[in-house]
């Protein structure tokens, strides 16, 4: 009988995923999605075939779960770090700054692969994980607007626009200090919504 780690089933349960989520996080950054599978997930959290597939039917579950975990995380930290800035100028750089570090570290690949490597219902389920985030931003921007800070632009565009600069890798990849760049961003991203910036 396999052994139970924790203190009750639920207990397992959450410490089963949370060794499977830090083996997969590893696998994402040193071999990419397409090269991953369930046995070597398994192995790399040391947990057996059959527990992982009682958690997981196939990767693409296993990765939906992931993103879904990973994000809630992040959203939590997001929140937290919007709730000490009263600013929405500074308010929007540290949006900036959140989002192209996590896109520094993230090694699932691009939307457009990803969406191929998936099914609809699965890129769909991933894709609606964003949906806080996005709200997140709409909010700091309509203060802005609203205070004068911001240019009065249509905010739903706003939001496309940002999220759209923010979202390619080669920003983060340009071969500059990640720091160096990630200013040159919050930069852009200030100016893009009319404020003036040294």
């Known amino acids: 009988m396999p052994k139970i780690l924790g ?5 397992h349960r959450s410490q089963v995923r949370a060794k499977v989520f830090d083996a997969m996080r590893t696998l994402l950054y040193t071999r990419g999605f397409d090269a991953i599978t369930l046995s070597g997930v398994a192995s790399a959290a040391g947990v057996g075939r059959t527990a992982i597939y009682n958690h997981f039917p196939d990767r693409e579950s296993l990765l939906v779960a992931f993103v879904e975990h990973e994000t809630s995380q992040y959203v939590t930290r997001l929140r937290e770090a919007l709730a000490a800035v009263d600013d929405p100028v500074e308010a929007l750089a ?6 192209l570090r996590v896109l520094a570290g993230r090694h699932t690949p691009p939307g457009a692969k990803l969406n191929a490597l998936l099914s609809p219902e699965a890129y769909q389920r991933m894709a609606e994980h964003v949906d806080p985030i996005t709200a997140e931003l709409r909010s700091i921007l309509e203060s802005g607007v609203s205070s ?8 739903d565009v706003l939001v496309t626009m940002i ?6 890798r080669e920003v983060v990849d340009a071969g500059a200090e990640l720091e160096d760049t990630i ?16």
């Open 7 to 11: 203190e009750s089933l639920a207990e």
């Open 94 to 99: 540290v949006f900036v700054r959140m989002q």
């Open 148 to 155: 004068g800070q911001m240019v009065a632009e249509d905010v």
């Open 163 to 168: 999220t759209a600069s923010l979202a390619s």
């Open 183 to 198: 200013e040159t961003a919050v930069r852009f991203v200030l100016r893009g919504v009319g404020v003036r910036v040294a």
